[in-house]
């Protein structure tokens, strides 16, 4: 990781909400007026430079490939370099299920590693 990560909470306080409800500004928790300007696909990622008219923040919305899905048969692949695939070798291995022993805070990030391959696979 590089410093400009551990600069997440300052510059985007409102991050958790923009994840939640993209049309908020993660600078300034305002509005749904966010400019979305240019889109630059690199293969498997592609970046969205947004703005915001209220506080002027400016960022880029970084995207990666995670699935392919089949239009007929909605079939699903998750790619096998990403984040996801990990959880879902973790799951194939019983490492995501519920155990009596896990502390609160293990039975929460299982719970949320579940949910975060369930969303993955989900038609939409
Ligand atoms: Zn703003």
């Known amino acids: 990781m590089t410093s400009k990560a551990t600069n997440v909470a300052t ?8 994840f939640a409800e993209s049309w908020v500004c ?3 928790g305002q509005g749904d007026e966010l400019n979305a300007d240019v889109t630059l696909n690199y293969g498997t990622e592609v970046f969205e430079k947004v703005s915001c008219p209220k506080c002027f923040g400016e960022w880029k ?13 909605g079939d699903v692949v998750l790619n096998p ?12 291995a019983s490492w ?17 590693a579940r949910d975060a391959m369930a969303m993955a696979v989900r038609a939409s």
């Open 26 to 28: 993660p600078c300034c």
């Open 96 to 112: 995501l299920d519920e155990a009596p022993y896990d502390s609160d805070e293990l039975t929460a990030a299982k719970r949320q």
């Open 11 to 18: 510059r985007f306080p409102h991050a958790a909400k923009y």
């Open 61 to 73: 919305n970084e995207y990666r490939l995670h699935a392919i899905r089949h239009n007929e048969t």
């Open 81 to 92: 370099s990403q984040p996801l695939a990990a959880l879902q070798a973790l799951a194939a």
